[in-house]
């Protein structure tokens, strides 16, 4: 790990940079990556957002959007900056898995790698990190990144604040995850005071849904959802012809397992999904209950205590199934 001194000493230079988060990107990864790109951009840097896949439409607005690079719909062009980058930024992720096949090309080169993220369990990929689970989303880190590492408040100015509030707000739960402590407000207030319109922003995240998508809720709260009250669990599951029954686009079951989670007494809540490729798996729990490590051991994935994703290439059927067994092992855990 390279000392905090030769970062800034690298970054003070105008230099070509690509920053890059997790695949299917969140508020958390969209807004640090872009919380990041308008810091950088300020400072002189070339500098280019590369997601590994497309990302909610709801996200659409944030500052620096239109330069995005979207691997899967531009890996010529993405290859060639990843491969001419000096400097590399990866943040909302600790290991190269979670960017698809982007993760090798990231791998083989020689660009210093910095990584800013708060997930359990780093890779050793990187040249220097600001790394802390406790942070409630990356974008607190990166507003740490700027602020006390680069001692450079000053260039949080709006579209870098707007970006960063956005991270804030999708990953604390709208500030309400025990996550969300009074630095985290304390922060959220800076934002706000640098120019971020947290009316706006909330609305254009969360009150911009097609009709679909809110009938889709609809149905999977009055059709799909299953209480196993001996678990304190619920899940829902959907089937690929639902999906596309209720035309479903990215970002459009952001959310769903929420609901499930928000009934008395549920202490683990599911939404299993048929994707085109695989099966999906969001988990969300209360309390000690750790969401994170049933994604590890049983469905290749990871992710924080009480939220946690994986993925499964059995059917759906069998997926749920597998979802069910496994929940008499943890039965103490889910009724204490
Ligand atoms: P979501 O359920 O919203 O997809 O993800 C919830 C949390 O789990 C996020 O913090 C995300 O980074 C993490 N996560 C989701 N899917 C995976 C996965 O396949 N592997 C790992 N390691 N983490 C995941
Ligand atoms: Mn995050």
Redesign the pocket.
């Known amino acids: 790990m390279v000392e905090t001194a030769a970062l800034k000493d690298l970054l003070a230079k105008p230099k070509q940079i690509v920053v890059t988060t ?1 695949h ?1 990107p ?1 508020g958390d990864a969209m807004g640090s990556a872009l919380g990041l790109y308008n810091y950088l951009i300020q400072k002189g840097h070339h500098v280019t957002v590369i997601t590994p896949t497309d990302y909610p439409q709801f996200f659409d607005w944030m500052p620096g959007n239109g330069e995005v690079i979207i691997y899967t719909e531009n890996t010529e062009a993405a290859n060639i900056l990843i491969n001419k980058a000096e400097i590399i930024i990866c943040t ?2 600790n ?1 190269l898995g ?1 960017i698809n096949e982007m993760g090798e090309v990231v791998r083989q080169t020689s660009a210093f790698k910095i990584m800013i993220d708060h ?1 359990l369990e780093p890779e050793d990929f990187d040249d220097w990190r600001w790394w802390n689970i406790n942070a409630c989303a990356s974008a607190q880190l990166v507003y740490e990144f700027i602020a006390d590492v680069m001692q450079e408040p000053q260039y949080i100015n709006k579209d870098v604040a707007s970006c960063l509030y956005t991270g804030i707000m999708t990953d604390s739960g709208s500030f309400r995850f025990p996550s969300t402590t009074s630095s985290v407000h304390r922060i959220t207030a800076a934002l706000i005071d640098a120019g971020a319109d947290n009316a706006r922003i909330h609305q254009l995240v969360y009150d911009n849904s097609s009709e679909s998508r809110l009938r889709f809720l609809g149905f999977c709260l009055s059709e799909k959802l299953t209480i196993l009250p001996e678990y304190h669990t619920a899940y829902i599951a959907v089937t690929h012809e639902e999906l596309e029954r209720y035309e479903i686009i990215t970002g459009d079951t ?1 959310g769903v ?1 929420n609901f499930a989670l928000s009934i008395t007494g549920i202490k683990l809540a599911a939404f299993i999904v048929e994707r085109t490729d695989k099966i999906k798996l ?2 969300r729990s209360r309390g000690e209950f750790p969401a994170n490590e049933i ?1 590890k051991r049983f469905f ?5 205590r009480n ?5 499964s290439t059995d059917t759906l059927a069998e997926t749920v199934e597998k979802f069910k067994s496994i929940l008499p092992e943890y039965k103490k855990l889910l009724i204490q």
Not at 300 to 304: A, E, F, I, W
Not at 307 to 311: E, H, L
């Open positions: 997790h299917k969140d909302d992720f290991a979670r997930h952001e397992v969001s988990l994604c290749s994935g990871g992710g924080h939220a946690a994703g994986g993925s």
